[in-house]
């Protein structure tokens, strides 16, 4: 098995293309228009991510996006951990640890503060035990019809992370 440094071309996005769809394949989010913006036009900055091959074959991919917050008054660079697909044939391996770690020091190199996850139940085990991640909390889900009544000005002067 080898592990590289995720990069970007039309022949990988549609490499990532191929793997998410198998496994997820009822997923209709993924597209090579949507993989282009999100790992190669983000305003914040590219993709940092890697990738596990068995020989020529991707079985592995793993992908964290740049994005810019102000955490109490101090402005930071941290990255969502977005997009983990391991082909069904190599899961259970310990793979998606080792291409999340190999990402996680990259970022720090790249002076990434921080890296956050809005994982579902299956992913949960992994980033709190295996990786060190805080729970913050299970999300909410509201649904609202109408004004909100919101002040964003004043939301986004008083929060503590934004």
């Not at 921080?114 to 990786?131: D, E, I, R």
């Amino acid at each position: 098995m080898i592990i590289k440094r995720a990069l970007f071309s039309k022949y990988l996005l549609d490499k990532y293309l191929e793997l998410f769809n198998i496994c997820f394949p009822d997923s209709r989010k993924f597209s090579h228009k949507y993989l282009k913006w999100l790992y190669t036009e983000n305003p914040d900055g590219d993709m940092i991510g890697y990738n596990a091959y068995d020989g020529e074959k991707l079985i592995g991919h793993y992908g964290c996006i740049p994005a810019k917050f102000i955490i109490n008054s101090k402005h930071e660079s941290g990255l969502l951990s977005l997009n983990t697909a391991i082909h069904p044939d190599y899961q259970g391996k310990g793979l998606f640890i080792t291409l999340a770690k190999r990402t996680y020091d990259s970022a720090i190199k790249e002076n990434y503060t921080f890296v956050y996850v809005v994982s579902n139940a299956k992913s949960t085990y992994g980033f709190t035990n295996k990786l060190g991640f805080q729970l913050v909390k299970p999300l909410d889900v509201l649904i609202g019809i109408g004004n909100l009544n919101i002040d964003w000005n004043k939301s986004n002067t008083s929060a503590e992370f934004y």
